[in-house]
């Protein structure tokens, strides 16, 4: 990269004629800071790095995914980004803001499912970097241009978690329960939002906001008269968090850390880099790669890119504090 960054966030869109680009922000080294204003793009077609307008908000440990020629940062530690939604237009090259996420908070994760974004945890205040974890989610849809809160709160709060998608689910690993940005307190938890579980309620009472004599009415979508009158119900779009601290939940990982950025699907397996471990959601196993990263890195954020690799670029390769300008990549047939 023609910068050295840490605490990187990055995602891949599409730029002119539907070229991928790689996009690439994160904080600047002591000696550099104004680094931190950098928006660094790789073109994949003609392989090379440029540097691009930079961001409203500037700041580091952001949350990012690309969906189509954009790319969408939210939050972030300082510079006023942690209650702010960044939208790069990769085929223009400009920045915008979008409407301000329901809550504010640093180091949190973001997955896409569709055309909606699921961000949940962080640091809560993340301008102050001083809060406890979150367990608050929200969703955003890029086609509505709206968030709302129909996600309900993961049940441990983490910041600093790798997230990803199956297309189905979103993920959740790892991160860390300390208070602040600190390096203490991580995780192993498997966290999994399931969008469209069905679950078996009996009707009593408030059912997830709905009342049990319109149950009992079949006044719910896809409930049959039958259903109702046996006192149960199936709901055809509830929403279900599962945990790996749940008995019976899903595996945890083998160690628990933090820092590690996206966790690509790639293989039918996502894969959670910075100690290379592979989850596989239809089996509900984890295995450790038998790739490993050539230059170790922490404060990164691996993508999968439209070529099938995936890179890890920036983030510090030494203990404390450091940047890099690495880019590393890996292809798996």
């Known amino acids: 990269m023609p ?17 991928p ?10 000696t550099s800071k104004a680094d931190t204003d950098l928006t660094l793009i790789f073109n994949m077609k003609s392989q090379k790095w440029h540097k691009k307008a930079k961001r409203p908000f500037k700041g580091h440990h952001h949350a990012a995914v690309g969906v189509g020629n954009r790319l969408y940062l939210i939050g972030g530690f300082l510079g006023g980004s942690s209650d702010r939604l960044q939208i790069y237009d990769c085929r223009k090259g400009q920045w915008s803001e979008g409407p301000k996420p329901p809550f504010a908070s640093g180091g949190g994760a973001a997955t896409v499912i ?15 970097i001083r809060g406890p974890a979150r367990k608050d989610c929200a969703r955003y849809d ?9 996600v309900p709160p993961m049940p441990y709060g983490v910041h600093h978690a790798a997230a990803g998608s199956d297309g189905k689910r979103a993920m959740f690993f790892g991160g860390r329960t300390s208070s602040g940005n600190h390096v203490f307190g991580g995780v192993g938890y498997t966290q999994i939002y399931d969008l469209k579980t069905k679950v078996q309620e009996r009707a009593a009472g408030r059912v997830r906001g709905v009342l049990a004599t319109d149950l009992a009415h ?11 009158q046996g006192g149960f119900f199936t709901a055809p779009s509830a929403r279900k ?5 749940d008995h019976k939940g899903p595996a945890p990982l083998h160690v628990p850390r933090g820092g ?3 966790a690509p699907f790639l293989g039918g397996k996502l894969w959670v880099i910075g100690g290379e471990a592979q989850y596989d959601p239809r089996t509900d196993k984890w295995e450790e790669s038998l790739y490993h990263i050539p230059i170790p890195h922490h404060g990164t954020y691996p993508l999968l ?25 890996v292809r798996f047939k």
């Open 241 to 245: 968090w599962s945990s790996s601290k």
């Open 218 to 228: 079949g006044r719910l979508s896809g409930l049959s008269s039958k259903e109702a």
């Open 3 to 19: 910068a050295k960054l840490g605490e990187v966030t990055a995602g891949v869109c599409k730029g002119k004629k539907g070229n």
């Open 21 to 30: 680009i790689l996009v690439v922000v994160g904080q600047g080294s002591l």
């Open 114 to 128: 569709g055309d909606s974004i699921i961000y949940c945890g962080g640091v809560t205040d993340g301008n102050l």
């Open 142 to 150: 890029v086609k509505d241009k709206k968030w709302s809160t129909d």
């Open 260 to 262: 590690m950025g996206g």
């Open 305 to 329: 890119a439209y070529d099938g690799k995936i890179y890890v670029c920036g983030g510090g390769i030494k203990a404390g504090r450091s940047e890099s300008n690495v880019c590393s990549t």
